[in-house]
């Protein structure tokens, strides 16, 4: 039960994975796994469809030409790429490398190359072996006996045919000795055309010395692009400076209260849309800062500004002002957050939270052995990689006063070296790509002529026809499917609060009990039910999920139907606000709107709001959602409180409507430059209905127009502003923003859902629902039904045999994208189990579509997929480079099968059924994924 195998190139390493559902098939397969990794065949033809060939028509393919043609022009790419040469300037430095190829690279690069590349590196002692789950260690080292035997074996056969002279002289050459990245040179970086020298207050801004480095991206939007700015980080060896480098970074960006996002985002007249921070630690690391969507016609105002505000921090520039200064309290807070986020993590996902840590380790680690170096040494080290709380610790001692963190800022932002790229968007590069590439290939098919293409093609046919002889049976057969009941579950049980006037009815949702017996969870729910107080009514539904953990996840569900068309429109801006509003508490108490926000960043590990229902499913719903430490069962009163203080506490201030205006303006650019997103947009107007649908009001074609009217609303009142120093143009958003909250936060549209360790939670319904009712409640609440997308689909036009369809030219990008939607089937269909099995056996690796798609290089990706929201059934084609013959192969696939002309194995589909498991377990796989994939089912059992 597994999901095939994956793997990522990083600038370091490559890690390739295999993920089962439960450790036998685990066990099983590592055996076979380390064999292809280390031992693998590498042919001619795998080569020709798997990374790149000239097909006879003289266009360049392949799943990894295809990949790359889809991302080496993107915006971010091309930064990245400028951004990395200057930190690494020469060419023998690695880490400027594109990890993917560069497309130029790829058309020259040959098989050979690869082998000599896979001989040189992947060998046994440049090789790290990780395994996270539950595992028996016993079978665990057995496994791994076989793999240190298969070793040894191949590298005794290897030496044979060294001796025997069965293997090239080039084959014979030395192979790489020691680790890699150790002792590469790294040249320094050299102050120029992209690279600013270090800090100067005395500097003049448009002093010669700091002239960034301008590039270009494709893209129509000529508006908006992207700042990318970088640094040289400390050593690997420096764990404790890179450890506290990441919190000044979370201290300067972390919130809409930070330093540098009320700079530059949250304020009234906002340069770009986000700004973010990133780092990779190698022997010596780089850590960036990244201005998403910046106003071309301000990007000049970007550096000045920025080190207007980090020389303030840093203590350099003293202005009298006191917010402008470091702020110790908020250096706290930023570092209890990030430890409650570090616990979260383990608890929910482990693997993630340790494997980087891990991975790290292994390429600049100690090991026993070295120089210098005891097992103990070694293991201290990786525990000082993968367990970042003892540096936060430290950090917590060092906050009697700034010096120490103004000190970190100038040492690794102002007093180095720093790189300044500029990405600028451009119309005319996106038609110079364009014509190029036509150009260049029709000249390869001259100079190849007929017979070159010819050849070609029959490489092509040839290579496709060896990857599509069928995998023997009795190999496919010689490893035991694993048993599905042996794969451990994750403990929980839901119970459901009921809608009632008249005391708060609890009772147990018998499907949902997994790992408890039902007497535990009717337990539990007795507890709940005898701790409520008599005069109590539910006025509206809960579901109340128990699992171990040491945190509350708590939201609320909100039914959006009640809204009308132009209402809808207005939810992205609602969205955008909700949690950075000024408020006045249930006490009284006023807070500002940074106020707000810095005790929300101190009480929480994480919040947010949306559309859709917890995991982003069912649109036509909204939710509200906070988690929180559980710490002495009180986390659930924490938890609903600040729900309760966004949705009814909050005050809506003309600054915040501005600037979430502005910004989700400034966020438009990049999803028209997004091939997924527009074809998703698109295909949303034509299946769903206008006058009902969220998915169509929030899209871009819809929220473009409609917030360049609100802005220029906003605009023209400045201009006329009144001696009341408001804002007409906002005042009327503001207006219908209270409105639309009114409609909806009413206990009659909620639904709530709880997960925590409900046996410790004093008082539970009781707190529940004196947390969100209100005194204006006028009627029970109900359980929320008729949610679902396939509520607000287009009616079907009885007098059209066909169906609709839409192509968009898009020049920010080389590659094509597909999205096809046809009427699919319920959740509880009867056919449901056996659509899910088909889906599987067609997608499957090494499957039909994997062989005769993705093999031929006519796309990187496609899936087949059925909605139990929408009721719809959709296929996509991602990263396409010949969408008419991608679809036209597809559908051959499918009509083959079903005409009965090419028949379905019997052996292909019990490992369909094997991997359909695993897909159903890993959407399990972790407590807040399974309450996620729980709550969307319960939901849909209603729609």
């Known amino acids: 039960m597994a999901d095939g195998t994956n793997a990522w190139t990083a ?54 030409y295809c990949e790359m043609q889809g991302r080496e022009n993107s915006e971010g790419s091309l930064v990245d790429r400028a951004c990395m040469e200057l930190l690494y300037p020469s060419g023998s430095c690695g880490y400027s490398a594109e990890t993917g190829g560069k497309m130029e690279n790829l058309r020259t690069l040959t098989v050979d190359k690869v082998r000599r590349y896979h001989r040189e590196y992947y060998t046994p002692d440049n090789t790290f072996l990780v395994l996270t789950g539950n595992v028996e260690g016993e079978e665990f080292f057995k496994a791994l006996d076989e793999v240190e035997a298969l070793i040894l074996k191949r590298r005794e056969e290897g030496q044979q045919q060294k001796d025997g002279g069965d293997v090239s002289a080039e084959e014979k050459e030395g192979y790489r000795v020691g680790r890699p990245w150790i002792d590469s040179p790294i040249p320094p970086m050299v102050v120029g055309k992209g690279v600013y020298p270090p800090y100067d207050p005395s500097r003049a801004d448009n002093d010669a010395s700091m002239a960034p480095l301008s590039i270009s991206f494709p893209s129509e939007d000529e508006s908006r692009g992207t700042i990318s700015i970088a640094w040289r980080g400390p050593s690997y060896q420096s764990k404790k400076e890179w450890n506290h480098l990441s919190l000044i970074w979370a201290y300067l960006t972390d919130s809409a209260a930070s330093p540098l996002q009320l700079a530059f985002v949250e304020n009234d007249d906002p340069i770009c849309a986000d700004i973010g921070p990133a780092h990779d630690i190698f022997t010596e690391g780089y850590h960036q800062l990244w201005f998403q969507e910046v106003e071309v016609d301000r990007m000049e105002e970007v550096m000045p500004l920025f080190y207007k505000v980090v020389a303030r921090q840093a203590g350099l520039i003293d202005d009298g002002e006191e917010e402008s200064s470091f702020d110790v309290t908020r250096m706290r807070t930023v570092i209890r957050r990030i430890r409650r986020k570090l616990l979260e993590a383990s608890e929910r996902r482990p693997t993630n939270a340790i494997v980087d840590g891990v991975v790290r380790n292994f390429l600049y680690g100690p090991r026993a052995g070295e120089e210098g170096v005891s097992p103990e040494d070694e293991m201290a080290a990786l525990h000082a990689d993968v367990n970042a709380l003892p540096y936060l610790d430290d950090a917590e001692g060092l906050l009697e006063d700034a010096s120490y963190w103004q000190e970190l800022m100038k040492k690794y932002i102002l007093d180095r070296p720093m790189a300044v790229v500029l990405g600028k968007p451009s119309a005319e590069m996106s038609k110079q790509i364009s014509d190029g590439e036509k150009e260049r290939e029709s000249k390869q098919a001259e100079e190849l002529g007929e017979e070159g293409l010819s050849q070609l093609a029959k490489t092509l046919d040839d290579a ?9 049976e009795d190999i496919l057969l010689s490893l035991p499917v694993p048993d599905l009941d042996k794969v451990p579950s994750i403990p929980l049980f839901t119970a459901r609060l009921s809608p009632s006037m008249d005391g708060l009815p609890v009772s147990i949702i018998p499907e949902s009990v997994r790992g408890f017996s039902t007497d535990d969870a009717e337990a539990v729910a007795t507890k709940m039910t005898n701790e409520v107080s008599k005069s109590s009514a539910a006025p509206f539904p809960a579901d109340l ?135 998703a947009t698109v295909a949303a107007e034509m299946n769903y209905d206008a006058s009902k649908s969220n998915s169509i009001a929030c899209n871009v074609l819809r929220q473009k127009p409609f917030l360049s009217k609100i802005f220029e609303g906003m605009s023209n ?25 009114k409609t909806l936060f009413q206990t009659v549209n909620m639904h709530a859902f709880v997960a925590a360790n409900l046996k410790i939670i004093p008082n539970l319904l009781d707190t529940l629902v004196t947390s969100l009712e209100r005194d204006s409640v006028a009627a029970q609440g109900r359980l929320i039904e008729n949610v679902s997308a396939s509520f607000v689909l287009k009616p079907k036009d009885p007098n059209s045999s066909g169906g609709e369809g839409a192509v968009c030219a898009l020049s920010a990008i080389e590659s094509g994208f597909l999205n096809i939607m046809a009427p699919g089937i319920k959740a509880y269909d009867a056919n449901r189990a056996a659509l899910l099995v088909a889906i599987e056996y067609l997608t499957a690796l090494e499957g039909d579509f994997w062989v005769k798609l993705r093999g031929a290089g006519l796309t990187y990706s496609y899936s087949i997929s059925d909605s139990t929201d929408s009721h719809l059934l959709k296929f996509s084609l991602f990263k396409c480079t010949d969408v008419p013959a991608a679809f036209e ?7 083959d099968y079903a005409s009965g002309k090419t028949k379905v194995s019997s052996v292909g589909l019990e490992n369909s059924k094997a991997s359909l498991a695993y897909q159903l377990i890993s959407g399990r796989s972790s407590k807040l994924s399974k309450l996620f994939v729980v709550t969307g089912n319960e939901i849909l059992c209603f729609c």
Not at 464 to 471: D, K, L, S
Not at 726 to 734: D, E, K, W
Request: with cysteine; charged share 20%; aromatic share 6%.
């Open 717 to 741: 009142s400045e201009d006329g502003s009144t001696e009341t120093n408001t804002n007409a143009g906002i005042q009327a958003v503001i207006k219908e923003l209270e409105t639309i909250r």
């Open 464 to 472: 496709m026809e060896t990857n599509e002889e069928p995998i023997p």
């Open 11 to 64: 600038t370091d390493h490559t890690a390739y994975t295999l993920s089962t559902a439960g450790s036998e098939g685990a066990i099983n397969l590592l055996p076979i796994f380390a064999d292809h990794v280390l031992f693998p065949t590498i042919t001619d033809a795998g080569f020709v469809t798997e990374v790149h060939h000239v097909n006879g028509q003289g266009e360049n393919k392949g799943v990894v």
């Open 889 to 895: 192969t597809a559908s051959n696939i499918i009509a």
């Open 545 to 679: 999920t128990h699992i171990d953990s040491a945190f509350v996840f708590a939201a609320v569900g909100i039914d959006t139907t009640p809204l009308t068309t132009e209402q809808r429109l207005y939810l992205p801006i609602l969205e955008e606000i909700l949690f950075k509003l000024p408020a006045t508490l249930e006490v009284g108490t006023k807070l500002s709107r940074d106020e707000f926000v810095n005790q929300l960043q101190d009480e929480t590990v994480s919040y947010s709001s949306g559309l859709g229902l917890l995991g982003g499913s069912i649109p036509q719903m909204s939710y509200v959602r906070v988690q929180v430490e559980n710490t002495d069962g009180s986390g659930l009163a924490n938890a609903l409180r600040w729900i309760s203080r966004v949705l009814f506490c909050t005050n809506i201030t003309e600054q915040a409507v501005k600037t979430a205006v502005q910004r989700l303006i400034s966020e438009i650019p990049p999803q028209i430059r997004y091939g997924p997103a527009v074809v």
